[in-house]
């Protein structure tokens, strides 16, 4: 069995993103933290990244991005770009969604595109 070169993993503390990341480590893997759908609604893009860059000086030697799932919100996933967020993800629906992947382009970041679950 081969190991994995990346997880993802959703967090919503830094005790959660700290373990993630040692996780990662222990298998020799880059990881994705993801913030839960909604979160960064509540707490803010900001703090996200803030939990996330404490999270990295725990456990510096393990390649990590930080992605913010904005769902619908534009105006959401421009404040998580500017903030600094690697990936920002968003409804496929979302009728901003090739400008969001302009900016994001823009800032070296990369925007992923969120499809509703089909039964």
């Known amino acids: 069995m081969t190991k994995a070169t990346q997880m993802r993993v959703s967090i919503a503390s830094l005790a959660q993103a700290v373990s993630a990341l040692k ?8 990881v994705i933290l993801e913030s839960p759908p909604r979160l960064v609604e509540v707490q ?11 999270a990295r000086r725990q456990v510096p030697d393990v390649p990590a991005q930080a992605l913010i799932d904005a769902g619908n919100a534009a105006a959401l996933a421009l404040d998580a770009l500017a903030q600094g967020a690697e990936i920002v993800r968003v409804d496929a629906a979302s009728p901003a969604r090739n400008k969001l992947k302009a900016v994001a382009g823009g800032l070296g970041a990369r925007l992923e595109l969120k499809r509703k679950k089909t039964r």
């Open 23 to 30: 996780r990662a480590e222990s298998l020799g893997c880059a």
């Open 44 to 54: 803010g893009s900001a703090w996200f990244l803030s939990l996330v860059r404490q």
